[in-house]
Nanobody
């Protein structure tokens, strides 16, 4: 079963940028992958999704125009470039399969936007 390891989070000021990475334990070239986030006290929501070939994307309205999802199938890695970060982007970010995420989630990576 595929497992994911997320990294790249940190503390950033509003307007700043971060690039998150999601490394899979097995090849993912034939799988759609999504980035999700969960803020304290809130449910986990998908923020971006990328198709197997990397030519189709889907973004939550709240991140459109600011976040970009991409993938490198040769490295079993999916990225999330986050620009113009806002306080509301503070959350733990995870990656998982789409459209049906695995029951088991990685540890996630914390993104904190604070001045």
């Amino acid at each position: 079963q595929v497992r994911f390891v997320e990294s790249g989070g940190g503390l950033v000021q509003p307007g700043g940028s971060l690039n998150l990475s999601c490394v899979a334990s097995v090849g993912i070239s034939n799988l759609d992958i999504g980035w999700f986030r969960q803020a304290p006290g809130k449910q986990r929501d998908m923020v971006a999704r990328i198709s197997t070939g990397g030519r189709s994307w889907l973004y939550a309205d709240s991140v459109k125009g600011r976040f970009t999802i991409s993938r490198d199938n040769a490295k079993n890695t999916v990225y999330l470039q986050m620009n113009s970060l806002e306080f509301e982007d503070t959350a733990v970010y995870y990656c998982n399969l789409q459209p049906t995420p695995l029951r088991s989630w990685g540890q996630g990576t914390q993104v904190t936007v604070s001045s």
